[in-house]
């Protein structure tokens, strides 16, 4: 009999399982809303991005629907040969308009927006100097483009402007950073290194993807929180959070945007959105623009729920957004933690490592705008009843 050449696999399950770190995947059996059907339980959802509920808004619902029916489910080829439709363009042309730039290109995820983008505007004779907790989608952009890479501690703005001096004058080099990052829900500091940038100099690349419609005005996202319009050269959002829908976008000038329909392999070689995806995006930015009060819920969802889990005594790590770890440290307790909540009807993800540092894993919670106050309110009692069986909080 054949030796099975991928048993290393099983073994590796095996291990994951001894560590009390082998996850099932949860199956979401209704919509994807505040209070849904999760393998076969009703529970409170903390777990999503759908951070203003626009997944199931009837505005995008219905626009969907509608280019469902004039223009098809597919369409049948890459953006570079016959997959570009006008709704395509017409997506790009909103999107650029609401984020002021000259131009933007929508990929296929926002994983596929930042790992094409990076891999495509550098070559192996630049650097890249990165933010250690930058997303995954940045790390692999940087490995594909063969870039030198050097990683500065979290938010540490002396020890970046140390890489930047240490490089020989005239070396391109690109300045990376989330906008917001996605395991903590923590700020990059956007002013300090746009400045480190026009020192040095170097491309300026913003990951906005946990930004996009939750910071900034109408979600505008961190580039206009700060108030950086103009000094970030590569902006990247997503349309797969907040917006609701699918895909990732990079916007910035128009000559960065011809190169990218040029170079980047996802917009090359991967095919392009069903126009009921483009056209519930663009649905999205009418409500951005048009219903602006959905973010104020947001943010008033956030506070509260924030205040309940910081006066239940768990400890929150250093979020300013609607992300808001629980950090327990241990991988194994984190999974239980999430465990006894799910059984608890709270739906909330346990997060270690990799995806996390060791020793800093977490059950990360994301609130909406259309949780209700109750529902809020039944989760922080689920967390407290669960956080002092565990010893967690006392
Ligand atoms: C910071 C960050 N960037 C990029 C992405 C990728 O976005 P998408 O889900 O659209 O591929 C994510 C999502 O996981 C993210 O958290």
Request: hydrophobic share 45%; net charge neutral.
């Amino acid at each position: 009999m054949r030796r099975d050449p991928l048993a290393y696999l099983t073994a590796e399950l095996a291990s994951l399982k001894a560590q009390g770190l082998y996850r099932q995947l949860r199956i979401l059996e209704d919509e994807q809303k505040p209070r849904t059907t999760v393998d076969h339980r009703d529970v409170v959802n903390l777990s999503s991005n759908n951070y203003l509920g626009l997944t199931t808004h009837p505005r995008l619902r219905e626009r969907a629907l509608e280019a469902t029916r004039r223009f098809g489910v597919g369409t049948g080829s890459v953006r570079t040969i016959a997959g570009t439709m006008a709704i395509h363009m017409e997506l790009e042309r909103r999107l650029a308009e609401f984020k002021q730039t000259e131009a933007v290109v929508v990929f296929q995820s926002g994983f596929a927006a930042n790992a094409g983008t990076v891999s495509a505007i550098l070559g192996k004779d630049a650097v890249v100097v990165s933010d250690e907790l930058n997303h995954a989608s940045i790390i692999d952009g940087c490995r594909l483009s063969r870039a030198s890479i050097k990683v500065f501690p979290h938010k540490d703005v002396d020890a970046a402007r140390k890489a930047l001096q240490s490089l020989p004058a005239g070396q391109r080099a690109l300045l990376i950073t989330d906008g917001v990052f996605s395991m903590d829900g923590d700020l990059g500091p956007l002013p300090e290194l746009c400045t480190l940038a026009e020192e040095h100099g170097c491309i300026m690349m913003v990951d906005d993807a946990h930004a996009s419609g939750v910071f900034g005005r109408n979600g505008r996202g961190t580039i206009d929180h700060f108030g950086v319009h103009g000094r970030v050269d590569v902006q990247v959002g997503t349309l797969s959070k907040a917006i609701g829908v699918l895909g990732g976008y990079v916007a910035g000038s128009r000559d960065l945007i011809d190169f990218l329909y040029h170079r980047a392999r996802p917009f090359l070689f991967s095919t392009s959105h069903p126009p009921a995806v483009a056209a519930a995006c663009i649905a999205a930015i009418d409500v951005l623009l048009e219903e602006p009060q959905i973010i104020d819920r947001l943010w008033d969802n956030t506070k509260f729920f924030k205040a309940g889990l910081a006066g239940l005594g768990f400890d929150t790590g250093s979020s300013e957004s609607p992300i808001t770890p629980v950090i327990v440290g241990d991988g194994a307790l984190a999974m239980k933690l999430s465990d006894q909540l799910f059984a608890a009807g709270v739906f909330a993800q346990g997060i270690a490592a990799p995806t996390v540092p060791p020793g800093k894993a977490r059950v990360r919670t994301i609130v909406t705008a259309t949780h209700t106050r109750d529902e809020l309110q039944f989760a922080l009692d689920a967390f407290a009843r669960v956080g002092r069986a565990l010893g967690i909080i006392s």
